[in-house]
T-cell receptor, first 111, second 115 residues
Framework: RKEVEQDPGPFNVPEGATVAFNCTYS??????FFWYRQDCRKEPKLLMS???SGNEDGRFTAQLNRASQYISLLIRDSKLSDSATYLC????????????FGSGTRLSIRP | EAGVTQFPSHSVIEKGQTVTLRCDPI?????LYWYRRVMGKEIKFLLH????????ESGMPNNRFLAERTGGTYSTLKVQPAELEDSGVYFC?????????????FGPGTRLTVL
């Protein structure tokens, strides 16, 4: 079993729709959680950190469920520019080697 | 402010040859990381520098890979001799502090193809 698992998608949704995807992690000692966005053939860029209480940034909402060991990302009123691969990143302990990337969920927004 | 830069953007070499990848982090970032993404797989951690010191190199696949960060500025990752399975995209990232204290900024990557 992978340490961080994501549904690879692709999720194909119309512009304006709400879309959500989850990411599960296996290590209960994981401390920090992030969502990164990666456009085709580009580098990953931090979208948002995920806090225990949940957090929102504009149209994006991230949630953490420690009991079930998953994080989620909700995108409301999706835009064409939201089309990208969304990477779940989990970081445990205090060592950089514990930064684990999911393989990503592809999202495609259609007009 | 300049971001993380990597050179070259692409490299195509034959099996058995040597390749050196370079990463210039954001100025002032003590933490520098190397990652690799093999086709169809997730991004994997290779190693982490704090200034010029290797903090963690547990992700390095084998002794054909050598990373350096002379003077705590730019870093190089040498693969010698290259094998077919070394093909992939090598990302460098830098940060002021360890996550989650500060954000990791990624470079555009070097796409390495070993024939």
């Amino acid at each position: 079993r992978k340490e961080v698992e994501q549904d690879p998608g692709p999720f194909n949704v119309p512009e304006g729709a709400t879309v959500a995807f989850n990411c599960t992690y296996s290590n209960s000692a994981s401390q920090s959680f992030f969502w990164y966005r990666q456009d085709c053939r580009k580098e990953p860029k931090l979208l948002m950190s995920v806090y225990s209480s949940g957090n929102e940034d504009g149209r994006f909402t991230a949630q953490l469920n420690r009991a079930s060991q998953y994080i989620s990302l909700l995108i409301r009123d999706s835009k064409l520019s939201d089309s990208a691969t969304y990477l779940c990143v989990v970081w445990g302990y205090s060592s950089a080697s514990k930064i684990i990337f999911g393989s990503g969920t592809r999202l495609s927004i259609r007009p | 402010e300049a971001g993380v830069t990597q050179f070259p953007s692409h490299s195509v070499i034959e099996k058995g040859q040597t390749v050196t990848l370079r990463c210039d982090p954001i100025s002032g970032h003590d933490n520098l990381y190397w990652y690799r993404r093999v086709m169809g797989k997730e991004i994997k951690f290779l190693l982490h520098f704090v200034k010029e010191s290797k903090q963690d190199e547990s992700g390095m696949p084998n002794n054909r890979f050598l990373a350096e960060r002379t003077g705590g500025t730019y870093s190089t990752l040498k693969v010698q001799p290259a094998e077919l399975e070394d093909s992939g995209v090598y990302f460098c990232a830098s940060s002021q502090d360890l996550p989650p204290g500060s954000e990791q900024f990624f470079g555009p990557g070097t796409r390495l193809t070993v024939l």
